[in-house]
Each structure stands twice: as structure tokens, then as C-alpha cells.
């Protein structure tokens, strides 16, 4: 079956820590994003790649890093420089480029992983 | 003003209802509109894509007024299943901006 894997679903962390959230997708799609979603408020973009070693910050990066090594692996990494990382980080894939019609379109989602900061 | 508003509800209608939301969005040069559900702790999927003026899927109608920068969302015969958060997603061009979403709550 083609999807998107997150891993893990629940992660705590203590303050300090960095803590990597893996997301892998077998849709051959090209690109790859991460929100966070926090509660009562829209999806808001941490990350995203179009193609393998190359990523964008989105809107709220600060804290937050990733790599594109692979077409398929998209890992985000929540520093201890992020001030309140207790949230729901989602992974989204998409096609991309002039082929697609819909480079920002119809992005499909991983199943999440909620992060708490104890 | 956020980019997408939406009304976040909840709309609490019995079944059979026929409800609508609406979303409007402050850049003019968006260029694509979409409607996700999000159930409860899950991750959102997408329910319809709206490219021009408006499109059907069965119960679901959405429509775009670029003129009033709004879309809408039109389920008709609710069911149960349909309990959700319906997000509204903007693509300007450069980036998909997600609404906060409207919480529907559909009751027997």
C-alpha cells in the first residue's frame, strides 16, 4: 500500500533535548513538508523540500531542522532552541512541478505525531 | 486579518440537516481552494479540490466567489460519519495556508 509513515505517534521529551520525528512516504511524490498543528489553530509550516538535498524554511522554522538525503525520508528535528514544541507535527507529501498542474495541491498526510515537553 | 477565516463552529445540526460553511481568504491572487476533513486526533484528508467555479461529489457541494474571495462548503443529508473539522486550504501561489477549521457535529 502507498502512504506516508510517521514514527513515532507519541513522543515526550524532556526540556533540553533535541528529538528527531521520522516521515517516510512510498508515493514517489517529490515533495515533502512538515506542519504543526496546535490547538483551535490552522496547520502552520514548518518545513518543506522539492527535491532530494534541498529544503525551505517555511513560516515558523526557528527551532526546528531537516535533511532530504532520500526521495522517500523527510526527518524534522526539534531543537531544545524551540521554545514550545508541545504540538501535533504532521508530514505531508505532494507531487511537484509543471507536470503535476497542482504543485501545492492535494498534499497527503502522514498520521501525525504528538510531541509533549514534560 | 489571518489569510483563511473560518467560523470554527460547532455546528451542531440532527441528521438529514443540510449545512453550509463558509471561508474567505485575503489574497486575491490565490489560485486553488480545497476542503480537508480532520477527525478527531487524526491527520486531515482531502474531501474536495475546488480549481474553478464550484464542483459536486456527491452530498458535498463547494463553490468559489473570487469576486467576494469566499468558498463554501455545502453537505447535504448529514450523517453521523460526517462529525469532523472541515479545514479550509488556500494555495496563493507559493504556499497552502490552512484555515483553523469549522467543527461540525452531526447528531441522531
Known amino acids: 500500500d502507498g502512504g506516508i509513515t510517521q514514527s513515532p505517534k507519541y513522543l515526550f521529551r524532556k526540556e533540553g533535548q533535541n528529538v528527531t520525528l521520522s516521515c517516510e512516504q512510498n508515493l514517489n511524490h517529490d515533495a515533502m513538508y512538515w506542519y504543526r498543528q496546535d490547538p483551535g489553530q490552522g496547520l502552520r509550516l514548518i518545513y518543506y523540500s522539492q527535491i532530494v538535498n534541498d529544503f525551505q524554511k517555511g513560516d515558523i522554522a526557528e527551532g526546528y531542522s531537516v535533511s532530504r538525503e532520500k526521495k522517500e525520508s523527510f526527518p524534522l528535528t526539534v531543537t531544545s532552541a524551540q521554545k514550545n514544541p508541545t504540538a501535533f507535527y504532521l508530514c505531508?507529501?505532494?507531487?511537484?512541478?509543471?507536470?503535476?498542474?497542482?504543485?501545492?495541491?492535494?498534499?497527503?498526510f502522514g498520521p501525525g505525531t504528538r510531541l509533549t515537553v514534560l | 486579518r489571518k489569510e483563511v477565516e473560518q467560523d470554527p463552529g460547532p455546528f451542531n445540526v440532527p441528521e438529514g440537516a443540510t449545512v453550509a460553511f463558509n471561508c474567505t481568504y485575503s489574497n486575491s491572487a490565490s489560485q486553488s481552494f480545497f476542503w480537508y476533513r480532520q477527525d478527531c486526533r487524526k491527520e486531515p484528508k482531502l474531501l474536495m479540490s475546488?480549481?474553478?467555479s464550484g464542483n459536486e461529489d456527491g452530498r458535498f457541494t463547494a463553490q468559489l466567489n473570487r469576486a467576494s474571495q469566499y468558498i463554501s462548503l455545502l453537505i447535504r443529508d448529514s450523517k453521523l460519519s460526517d462529525s469532523a473539522t472541515y479545514l479550509c486550504?488556500?494555495?496563493?501561489?507559493?504556499?497552502?495556508?490552512f484555515g483553523a477549521g469549522t467543527i461540525l457535529r452531526v447528531k441522531s
Open positions: 475546488v480549481y474553478s
Open positions: 505531508a507529501s505532494s507531487t511537484w512541478g509543471q507536470t503535476s498542474g497542482r504543485s501545492w495541491g492535494e498534499q497527503f
Open positions: 486550504v488556500v494555495n496563493n501561489g507559493n504556499k497552502l495556508v
